[in-house]
């Protein structure tokens, strides 16, 4: 059973270029979130997801960011006009259910240039 | 605003000795979880304390929870260079029916012979 799966797993961008990070959930599981950690700090929550509805976005800038979870295929953080500060590392979790444990894929790394 | 506070931030140890994690928030939750982080690497579930009182242990760690005092604990017995990583407490508030964490900011273990 594959587990959490992130990609691409290190993504470098131009200032002012968009960014697509994608996130498939484990087999089963329908609920996913997005977290960010920056150097040095503990990972922030973003945004809670289940298939194609948006349950939480208090975590998530009220710019530039956006976030999705298809009926089909995996979901998406997109983060449009990036900027140094967006550099970062940006993990999703996924549960069977919303109050379950998360479990967490290996990351995006971020690198704003 | 749920605040989560761990301690020490940084932790340089002999192999052989004991040490204790502390992690302290501000508000009544009876779910917190263990994680462990290799730098460049994903987040991995050591431990899920699910009540007051609960302790579970794994090899040389033991983390426990007193949801009345609003803390945990991650004893270290017998320090090998292997547990050298950063250890994030997270709490999980759980309020609107779905699981939303709260992370520390970590610990970083430097275990030396």
């Known amino acids: 059973n594959a587990g959490v799966m992130q990609n691409p797993r290190h993504l470098v961008r131009r200032r002012g270029q968009e960014a697509r990070l994608r996130c498939s959930p484990m087999?089963?599981?329908?609920?996913v979130y997005w977290y960010r950690q920056l150097p040095e700090e503990g990972l922030k929550f973003m945004v809670y997801?289940?298939?194609?509805?948006?349950?939480?976005e208090s975590g998530m800038p009220k710019e530039r960011f956006s976030a999705e979870f298809p009926k089909e295929g995996p979901s998406i953080l997109r983060i449009q006009q990036v900027v140094r500060g967006d550099s970062a590392a940006y993990f999703c979790?996924?549960?069977?259910?919303?109050?379950?444990?998360?479990?967490f894929g290996p990351g995006t790394r971020l690198t704003v240039l | 605003e749920l605040k989560v506070e761990q301690n020490p931030l940084f932790l340089s140890m002999q192999e052989g000795k004991n040490y204790t994690i502390y992690c302290n928030y501000s508000t009544t939750s009876d779910r917190l979880y263990w994680y462990r982080q290799d730098p460049g690497k994903s987040l991995e579930s050591l431990f899920v304390l699910l009540s007051n009182g609960a302790v579970k242990q794994e090899g040389r760690l033991m983390a426990s929870l007193d949801t009345k005092a609003r803390l945990s604990t991650l004893h270290i017995t017998a320090a090998v260079h292997d547990l050298s990583a950063t250890y994030f407490c997270?709490?999980?508030?759980?309020?609107?029916?779905?699981?939303?964490?709260?992370f520390g900011k970590g610990t970083m273990l430097l275990v030396s012979p």
């Open positions: 997270a709490v999980d508030v759980g309020n609107s029916g779905y699981s939303t964490l709260t």
């Open positions: 979790a996924s549960s069977p259910m919303g109050y379950n444990e998360q479990f």
């Open positions: 997801l289940q298939k194609e509805n948006i349950i939480d």
């Open positions: 087999k089963g599981h329908s609920h």
